[in-house]
């Protein structure tokens, strides 16, 4: 086994395995019936293979059991994104309390359970103010001083506002229909560019 | 792993077992193998089917040219030898010695003076085995495709240390606005409140003043209104502020007359104590 | 990202992912918030990744649901040392259940026991099932409504394809209106009439 073989067969072993692998496991490994390569002859061909990975996605690293190939560190943003789980959805109680901050800021808790007529949970809370779409404006001066929330410059953004006002009035909203033209409007659209996506999909291949 | 060189394959019959690494391809008359290993044998066919193209097989025949005296005999040799060693013999194994029973009998018939037209009673068998061979074939073929686990290995580098994101759910406007719909048609709030014109900009504006106190303890009160707003952005900030004050979110304090009027949080004080 | 960067995210990417990644994942997991590289990024790094692998352990290879990096079979047998385990061996009737489905598709579990003449157990399909390899398509409409199967991608990249059009072909059938005349009872005499039987059936074409 020449030099280059060895290099590969050793990559090869390394990227294969699913633990870190000692110059002797790798002795062991390549052992053949003709030419058995030596621990100096793994070890020069571990040097050269570091070397090489030096500028790669990975990198060869000693650890206490042997040596092993990690993505390197510095790719983990992206790396990280392979597990990302699909986000839940939120639920109805968070969005009406949203919608109850929006529309009637500056709010205090008593008052959105007042009128959705069920308590509002510290968690749905604390949810809306860690997404930075809720703050905390001040607090009432009444027996508890109940914390009275807003919405924030994050929530316009996020919802593509310039300002609160350009959420529908109430008086809108409860036009059921005035809703539903914008909606049938859309649904032809996306499938429209759902289709060319799947026609993009086709040309790359 | 096979290391033998391929053989032409019809010099060769088909052993249909292996034994302790021994193709076996007949069946000796004595049972000098120990019973479990003709169980062995036996359990693999992978059916009447299989069994009977073993059979033809066996004897290097054309699946056309089925001599099915021969063959019925001998399959039902199998099945005896299957029930004297108390294999449970699947249905479809007796079903099949049915078949052709009924093959050989309508063959030994005298046929009816060349009747042109009359399928060989063979035909239908013979299209069943020929299908069947096609995917026995097709199974043999994939099984020597060259697959993961066994041929092929996936690489994999040991990951970074990963921190876990916390992925936020995304929500649309129109949810968002249905939601509020729900819940005032719960609350029936329309009735109440569909005189009543929501100024959405007077509630931004009292978010905006009480944003303005958190930072800052005094805010003067004529630095809330921008006169680049005009007259409506002045009037809006000016309701606000009643609003705010008809609340009692904020006071407005003045230290003496026609000195400057400063806005507060109500609460700064029992804050700043508490 | 520059062009070294892209290739060596995607490199990275491939080494952590447990799955093959397409263009379309791969642009997905690198966009970020100033530069997302498109297909054409993502293809002509990876045309380059697949260059400097060449002459590698492993080598970056095309399956149906993406790129994966896979080590050369030339290194199979120092490979599969570093596992105790023998790989899974599958029965013939697995084999023959899997190869139906794969090239009778959408097929029912009573056509595929019509076809090989035993009935097909529960075993197997729920195996088949698990493996990811056989998805239910839908059922069909007759009574009883049975499912019908098909095999999945990850069927594909098991097996090292990029599509089904890639399985072998399957044995023609032969006409059994060329069938020979009956053959009498004696197994030598009926070789040998079978034999006179095909010559004579050459003539007649």
New interface residues.
Partial sequence: MNE?ML????????????RPLSTRNLVE??AGEHESPNHEDVRSALDALGEEWR????EL?RVASGY??????T??P?????????????S?AL??T???I?????ITRAEIED???VSVSSQIVKTLLE?EWV?V??????PG?PA?Y??TRQFLD????K???Q?????E??D?ES?NP??EFDAPQAQDSGAQAAA??DE?H | MDNEPTKPAVQEEMPFAVVQGEPVTVLPNDLYIPPDALEVILEAFAGPLDLLLYLIRRQNLDILDIPIAQITQQYMEYIAMMEELRLEIAAEYLVMAAVLAEIKSRMLLPRVVEAEDEEDPRAELVRRLQEYERFKQAAQDLDTLPRMERDLFTTAAELPEIQRRMVLPDVSLDELLRSFRDVLNRADMFTHHNIEREALSVRERMTLVLSALQEREFVEFGSLFAAREGRLGVVVTFIALLELLKESVIELVQSEPFAAIYVKAADRQLQASS
Same sequence: chains 1, 3.
């Fill in positions: 280059e290099k590969s067969t050793i990559e090869a072993l390394l990227l294969a395995a699913d490994l390549l500028a790669r996605g990975a690293v092993r190939l990690q993505v390197r560190q790719f983990e992206w790396v990280a994104r392979l597990w990302e789980e699909r986000p839940p959805r939120y109805r969005l009406e949203l919608a109850l929006a529309y009637r800021q500056p009128v959705r007529g997404r703050q404006l001040g607090h009432r001066d009444t001083r009275m807003g919405t996020y919802f593509n506002l300002s609160l006002d959420l529908p009035s109430l008086v909203l409860k059921v809703m914008e909606l993009a999909g790359l």
